[in-house]
């Protein structure tokens, strides 16, 4: 069997071998099949990348059908019980799991780079009483470029990797501080004794007690939600990181382009969104009429359905399981039977399982993260902090990828041409 492709061009009887290497060919192959040596070349037409591999990655791997996710190769199931969301940040980043000395140092640097110049906070207080904590989110992790200038040197591998312990460190202080202004209460700074998610949490909703201690049961259950959300291959705002940072801008401006990538409600705004729905829906007796005008296109069922998934999300069944012990601590959460009916109507329905829609990550999520009292505007900042070292190994994977150039896709131009322009005073006289 020969790796390759035969292509014949049926506007000028002219064959072409096109090579296949694990299972793709180069588009740029199409590029020489032309009618014409002035014609431009054959192009790919692919909105919104459904079949085109934008890179080659270690990272994550994901078989759709099959409902396995991988970080570096180590199951998801075995990660989230198992392991923690440092290791697991430390494990995509570098590749490999961390010796004890490797792991020591690590959570050392991130846990004692946690603190943001006084500057930011000020920024922060600047904005608007009602902000989404997402733009907050946004905007401050893009101004941190401003504070590190030297970012902007990515050929340098220390400079590097300054930046990424920098933004594992610092998400959560930005992510909680969002929080802490929306609530119109005075900003917490890290507590450096405790946990990366422990600290979290006291960043989030200490008062006046001296220390704050998290139920151990809830920091776990934190934990493990990160881990879960950590990385996920080439989604929407991984492929926002790689994009705006092929341009070779510092690392904050890319993932700044990742935030707002993931505050869309078919990206990682949908859990917020599910969690509206819930409580739109109201009650059992409601989830009928609503399912009719799901399938009627008057709307989707948020949390459902999935790009690569076409059986249930892995992250989504941990993420059950996971509401279990949050309930445990926190009393079951009432929507809980609205969306686990939901789910029951929707598995057997046919609408549904034609189209192979399953729940996905974000279907339950939001359940846990509103017994944890956060507002659903926080939702999606909880994943931001997730998802960051999954965007920081991407874009190190982008910059040290010698195939990699600037991203720029081609067009099919559909437009007029040639017009002539006359002038306003002429057109409107
Ligand atoms: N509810 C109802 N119908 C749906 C849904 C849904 N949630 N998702 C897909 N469909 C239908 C869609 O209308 C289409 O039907 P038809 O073939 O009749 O036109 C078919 O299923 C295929 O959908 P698609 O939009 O072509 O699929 P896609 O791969 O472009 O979209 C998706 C994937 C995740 C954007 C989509 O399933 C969706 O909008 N889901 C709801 C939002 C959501 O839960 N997003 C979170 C995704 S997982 C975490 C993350 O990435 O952040």
């Known amino acids: 069997m020969t790796d390759s492709l035969t292509v014949r061009d049926n506007r000028t009887g002219v064959e072409y071998e096109v090579p296949i290497t694990d299972g793709a060919i180069r588009a740029s192959e199409f590029g020489k099949i032309r009618t014409d040596e002035d014609e431009p070349g054959l192009a790919v037409y692919d909105p919104g990348f459904t079949n085109t591999a934008s890179c080659r990655s270690s990272i994550t791997y994901i078989d759709g059908d099959k409902g396995i996710l991988e970080y570096r190769g180590y199951p998801i199931e075995q990660l989230a019980e198992q392991s923690t969301f440092l290791e697991v940040a430390y494990l995509l980043i570098h590749g490999s799991l961390p010796t004890k000395a490797e792991y020591d140092a690590w959570e050392h640097e991130i846990t004692f780079h946690t603190f943001v110049h006084e500057n930011i906070k000020s920024f922060m207080q600047g904005f608007r009483y009602d902000a989404h904590p997402m733009g907050m989110l946004m905007a401050s992790v893009g101004a941190l470029s401003t504070f590190y200038p030297d970012a902007s040197n990515i050929a340098d591998a220390d400079i590097r990797n300054l930046q990424i312990v920098r933004m594992i460190a610092k998400m959560p202080t930005l992510g909680a501080w969002a929080y802490r202004h929306a609530q119109g209460k005075p900003y917490i700074y890290p507590d450096n004794d405790l946990s990366y998610t422990g600290n979290f949490l006291s960043m989030l909703f200490k008062m006046s007690e001296t220390k704050y201690a998290g139920d151990e049961r809830i920091v776990k259950a934190l934990d493990t939600l990160l881990i879960l959300h950590a990385d996920h291959e080439q989604n929407c705002s991984a492929n926002a ?52 005008g799901v399938k009627a296109g008057d709307e989707r069922l948020m949390g459902f359905g999935h790009r690569v998934y076409k059986n249930y999300d892995p992250r989504a069944k941990l993420i059950k399981k996971a509401c279990d012990d949050v309930f445990e601590v926190t009393g079951v959460n009432p929507l809980l039977e609205i969306a686990q009916e939901l789910e029951k109507i929707a598995l057997e329905d046919e609408y549904f399982v034609k189209r192979k829609l399953y729940p996905n990550v974000d279907f339950y999520s939001g359940l846990i993260y509103e017994a944890l009292e956060f507002p659903p505007e926080m939702f999606t900042v909880l994943f931001a902090i997730g998802r960051t070292p999954g965007w920081l190994a991407q874009w190190l994977e982008l910059v040290q990828d010698k195939e990699q150039k600037i991203a720029r896709p081609k067009q099919i131009y559909t437009g007029e041409r040639r017009l002539d322009f006359v002038p306003a005073a002429q057109r409107w006289a």
């Open 241 to 292: 990181v790689r994009s705006v940072g092929s341009s070779q801008v510092d690392p904050y401006s890319a993932v700044a382009a990742g935030v707002g990538a993931l505050y869309g409600p078919l990206h990682g705004g949908a859990n917020e969104a599910v969690l509206k729905m819930l409580k739109r829906i109201g009650s059992k007796e409601n989830i009928p009429a609503f399912i009719e």
